[in-house]
């Protein structure tokens, strides 16, 4: 509705009716837009959102809503489209000229509806008219977007082997949330396309991603079923298109949504099916306020219009493996590959023995070995290593001197402008010096600022690095690199990727952008350069973290035919966590997790907040946090709750000196009601279930 506030109309939306008359001065309404514009479910939803995360109902409401329609006063703006007339028929057209020619070929081409700004670049008003005149064209206007352009890639008529036949009927015939727990390559995709398919002629379907725009395939693929009944969500749409694509989905024209967590928000009119792929990634959860986790956003979506939840990994979080056991969801496996493809083969390199032998470089001569078997049998490998730049840390060598960021307690990493030589030049003095927390950027010193010298140390290893030190190993190796240094513009990461399928590279190199999703068929090999990235963080999570990247990374080869190969690169063979990566055996390293989480009360068995208090002055920092600590244990419930304080991992970024305060309660409703109880906790920033205790 609109209404006059302080002599603007502006644009709101009703969350509650009251029949008292309050004390303040009211303005009537001017108008009505749309009784239904945010249906009461969703409201209720962001009621519950905005409560459990400590955030305003407007944030969570703004998240619901494109910004357009509070800022502009005719969001909506129709456009005028020109289509070929229902009655003509082309065989009768007889165009005049040239001119008249070419317009009804672009329209032909672009399926017979264009957008006269579009068509107007080419062809001008007056042969338009003409053409209108004949009845050879019709104007329309309307909200409708352009058509995506749909790329059958000949997955649209899959049949489903025996084992995803009897997993698609024990999901629908399940009242409850299932979890298909699937090895990587089991075919989970086909199935969600045939429960999508199977929705009732009203309901829609909400499909939830990890990260849009590194799914490029699967999208395809559900464009090619549901053609224009498909709207894709993401964070890279204009204002103009996200006002049109919010419309047709809360219209109930759009069948099927796609997108990543913030698609949880869009409004559907029948959600009858809501699918998370890849349940276990943390970009599920919202890093910034409204900290909200998407399975729960779903879980009140799901609760208010009976909607079926099915959430899919090969390595699900502990969370939902725990409410799998407890009953409280149903669980369906998919332990093999499709067409019986056996899991690939793990070989185990030491990287302390490599070290022995002389080689320091990020290439093991098992790793060096295998790729040039790839080059031979002209197969294609994936090497992964989750870190970018070229390299870690840099020391002065005759003082010791450590770089850090001059706003972070954080090593400034080094990253070379070219990258095609291993061996140090003068080009080095072009490269950059930037640090990975906060992107500050300078160029590489040419001294040390301590002792004036010119000779430093660099240790641990970038994906810059790694393609240095691969084109000297095997100089015929075409490799692609993908990291965020590289994939910069919107279309690059799926420029890439077509590129990549269609051999125009030996080998993929990248950070965690290669490591999910990807299905190529030549992928014979997955290299990982260091397993250890991530391991023994001061985070209970820290293991899951990484064996689920490992195993995620590791589903990239042999997904067909043939069986793959993976290598593992490590210092510490001996960890637990290899134990179950080698064996593929995610079910085993749940258990184990289990154990360690329940002995010590960790979540699932509790719920915590993180608790974060930062200033640029340290002891103001320290002061807040302290008398937060100290006021919360005060009044602390008697149990199993637990309440700490720490400086953060990283003490200092951003210019900001940060503290924690970390609280335990036995579940999350108690835990929110405990914390609503301390309100207002002012300049603290409250976390509930934080992805990451750092
Ligand atoms: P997951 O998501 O479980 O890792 P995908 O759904 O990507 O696995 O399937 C792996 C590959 O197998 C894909 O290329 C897919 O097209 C193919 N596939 C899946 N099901 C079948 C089937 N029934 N018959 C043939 N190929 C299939
Ligand atoms: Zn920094």
Redesign the pocket.
Known sequence: MRVSFRNRVRTGIVVGVSNQKPEFKTQPVQEVWDEQFVPFHYIETAREVAHENFASLEKVLGLMVPEKFFTSQNPEKRETFYKLSSNSKSSNWNPKGVKQKLALELLQKNKGCMRSEDLRKQVSLVTLQGLVKKDILEIEEGTLISPLAVTDNG?SN????ED?VKALKKIQDSKKTTLLF???????????KKLAQNVSPAGQVLLLLPEIALTPQ?IA?FQSIFKGAVSVWHSKLSEGEKIQEWKRVQSGEAKILIGARSAVFVPLQKPELIIL?EEHEWTFKNEFAPRFHTIDVVGKIQERFDAKVVL?S?TPRLESFHKCEMGEWDRVD?PK???DVMMPEMRFVDLKSEAKRGNYSPISGALEEELADILKQKKQAVIFLNKRGFSGATMCKSCGHKFECPHCSHNMKMHRKRNDEFRMTNDELKAKFVCHVCGHMELFPKKCPECGKEDFAFRGWGTQMVEAVLKEKLPKLRIFRADSDSITGKHDFETLMNKFHNYEADVLLGTQMIAK?L?F?RVQLVGVVLADVGLNLPDFRSEERVFQILTQVS?RAG??ASRGKIVIQTFNPEEKIFDFVKTHDAESFLHWQKESRQKSLMPPFSSMAKLTISDIRKEVSFAHAQKTFKNLKKVLPEGEWDCHFAPAFFPRTHGKYHFHVFLKAPNKKALVEFLTTQIPLEGVKIDVDPSSLL
């Open positions: 997955k899959i049949l489903l082997n995803q699937g090895v990587t390559g089991s075919g989970k995709t086909e199935i969600y699967l693929e792929d899919g090969a998919l590959r499709v067409g999703g299905d068929e589903g997904r067909r």
